[in-house]
């Protein structure tokens, strides 16, 4: 499997990951955030996911095929992890003039 094509699922994996733990629970964790990423980026070898390291980390990723084009800033503010929200926007400075599927950004989603 190419170098991109395995880019491309290590990230896919975390945004289906922090949906569900978001999801899932109405606790507002930082720390919880750290550990998905920890994971998706060790890689998983029965998935064909090889480890990544963390710098290759892109807070402005999205897919339209998945969670609805969101980056992981908008699920967060959508899903009201505000903790996770301030965590990633002062240690990661993403873009966020970056939309949705609908063309939401976060700060338009935080509005609701």
Aim: hydrophobic share 35%; glycine share 4%.
């Amino acid at each position: 499997m190419n170098h991109h094509r395995s880019y491309i699922l290590t990230h896919d994996y975390l945004l289906h990951q922090a949906f569900q733990a978001f999801k899932s629970t109405k606790k507002d964790s930082p720390d919880a955030l750290d550990k998905l990423v920890s994971k998706a980026f060790a890689g998983d070898p029965k998935h064909h996911r090889p480890a990544f390291d963390k710098n290759y980390f892109n807070i402005n990723y999205s897919n339209p095929l998945v969670i609805e084009n969101n980056t992981l800033v908008n699920m967060a503010v959508r899903h009201g992890k505000l903790k996770v929200v301030r965590k990633l926007v002062e240690k990661y400075d993403p873009d966020l003039t970056i939309g949705d599927i609908g063309g939401f950004t976060p700060l338009i989603n935080a509005a609701y």
